[in-house]
């Protein structure tokens, strides 16, 4: 009887233990890797890799393993980009809308944002991240003082490699770039100058602490997050001699297939740990590539524009996410997402909590990344160029607010005489605007705009260098006002002017009251 009674509690109390045990199981191990200006049209899942002369199998497995986005936005450059991937946040807000400069100055990240691995810290994984930062040079802009517990790797672009060699360079104006690494509590140790001798080995080192950080955590009682932010293929595209001639596209080409193959050998890792079927895999792109000269410069597929534009070919990269048994195999979706989504979605898988005493501009894409409906829970992005308000895109169109840069007036813009829009659907590339025969357009760009202007007067924005948030008694000059205005003395007709404004009050009072 004593025996039955005892067996009987341990039941109950292994009944009671299974939900918290479950809970933990279903947690899954992270690794999101983030190439450097890989263009739309340089993977064979989207049209190139073989086709330009340069193979991406093992990306392209991946894509097959997984969901394939084909409507991923990102910001118009580096530091932007991997700034709202760390926060949810669009960069206007943080302080980062442009690339971090020279060494030394207070930029960056502040301390004050929360960010993706903070969130996961929080909620009992480890963390780590291997190769390019890009969010601050200073101490407390570091990534391990910004929720990783180690770092191997670089601060800044990779471009930079080239400085040390360039023609009266002086290194007390900018300092040698070098390599860094560092752990949570004991600070950053400063390694080898990162020149052009050292730029073709460095994601064979990526790759190789990656590995190694897989084998040891693979049977931890606690999940990891790994960030692997990989140097190519960022000009120079220089690949390790191993893979230099390897290709039929040049040097780029030759990046190209390193990349892939680094990608493989962390996939091969995760097979070989027995940890696949509890590790989601992201991988993407920061932004489209930029305009260096061949050999160094990738491919937008069908869109046209580049790095520091926010045409579709700079704001719209690949993206693939692989979860065996939770993420749909071999699905391909159009339906708009945006790099803001990846922390409030994480927070969600993860069971982390997203901050609500400031702006979030991710949204939780869960059930639709997990197969549970087909539509995106997002149809509309803002995108800025810098502090400048481009653009939104909704379901397939995208309006613009100002044009490319041209120098021509003193913010640096091309002040487009009325707003312009574009079906991307049938108009890929932008050609053909749309906005004079379809003025009702302009509509779905005023309600995000005004949310975006309320949200600043609520919540402010970090200044660049700034500690934390300063509020506005007005928005910072917001354009869509202007081009509104703009466009109304283009319209002849009294009728269609009184529809267009009566539209915009609607949005407005909608948004911050009457």
């Known amino acids: 009887m004593f025996n039955s009674l005892n067996g009987l509690r341990s039941l109950l109390a292994l009944a009671l233990l299974l939900p918290g045990l479950a809970a933990a199981a279903e947690r899954p191990n992270i690794v999101l890797m983030l190439s450097d200006n890989l263009g739309y049209g340089d993977l064979g899942a989207y049209g190139g890799g073989a086709i330009r002369g340069a193979p991406t199998p093992r990306i392209d497995q991946l894509a097959a393993e997984g969901m394939r986005f084909t409507n991923f936005n990102v910001e118009a450059e580096c530091t932007p980009s991997r700034s709202a991937l760390m926060t949810g946040r669009m960069p206007i807000r943080s302080g980062t809308m442009r690339a971090v400069p020279v060494p030394g100055l207070p930029v960056g990240l502040a301390p004050w944002e929360y960010t993706v691995a903070e969130m996961l810290s929080d909620e009992g994984y480890d963390t780590a991240i291997y190769g390019k930062w890009h969010l601050g040079y200073v101490d407390d802009r570091l990534p391990i003082n910004q929720g990783f ?12 490699s080239w400085f040390p060699d360039a023609v009266g360079f002086d290194p007390t104006l900018f300092g040698t770039p070098r390599l860094y690494e560092g752990k949570k509590g004991e600070g950053v140790k400063t390694l080898q100058p990162y020149d052009k001798k050292v730029r073709p ?16 955590h693979a049977d931890s009682d606690k999940p990891f997050f790994l960030y692997i932010p990989w140097s190519l293929v960022h000009h120079p595209s220089i690949a390790h001699p191993d893979f230099q001639g390897k290709s039929g596209a040049g040097k780029f080409g030759d990046a190209m297939i390193e990349h892939d193959y ?3 050998q962390v996939l091969d890792a995760i097979k070989a740990a027995g940890i696949e079927e509890n590790t989601l895999v992201i991988y993407a792109s920061d932004n489209g590539p930029d305009r260096a000269e061949y050999p160094y410069i990738g491919d937008t597929g069908p869109y046209r524009g580049y790095l520091g534009t926010v045409h579709e070919g700079s704001i719209r990269t690949p993206m693939m996410m ?5 993420v749909p195999e071999a699905k391909v979706s159009n339906e708009i997402i945006s790099i803001n989504d990846i922390f409030p979605t994480l927070a969600n898988i993860a069971g982390g909590e997203v901050p609500d005493d400031r702006a979030i501009d991710g949204v939780d894409q869960t059930p639709f990344i997990l197969g549970e409906q087909e539509k995106s829970n997002r149809e509309t992005v803002i995108f800025f160029a810098g502090d400048q308000f481009m653009a939104v895109k909704w379901r397939q169109f995208k309006i613009y607010m100002y044009g490319e840069k041209t120098g021509i007036n003193e913010r640096g813009y091309n002040q ?8 991307l659907e049938l108009d890929p ?3 053909n605007d749309l906005a004079m025969q379809n003025l009702w357009l302009l509509a779905s760009a005023l309600k995000p705009s005004f949310e975006y202007v309320y949200s600043v007067q609520k919540y402010g924005l970090i200044l ?3 500690e934390e948030p300063e509020i506005f008694e007005a928005a910072l000059p917001f354009y869509s006002q202007e081009a509104l205005d703009l466009a109304m003395g283009a319209i002849k007709e009294q009728a269609i002017k009184d529809m267009v404004k009566k539209k915009f009050v609607e949005m407005k009072e909608s948004v911050i009251g009457k």
């Open 149 to 160: 517990d180690e770092w191997w790797g670089f601060p800044f672009s990779t471009d930079v």
């Open 201 to 216: 080995y460095v994601d064979a080192i990526i790759a190789e602490k990656s590995v190694a950080y897989i084998k040891q």
């Open 262 to 264: 680094r990608v493989g």
């Open 322 to 326: 692989r979860w065996p048994g939770h």
């Open 416 to 423: 487009i005489w009325a707003p312009e829009a574009y079906n």
């Open 429 to 431: 590339k932008e050609q």
């Open 464 to 466: 660049p260098g700034g």
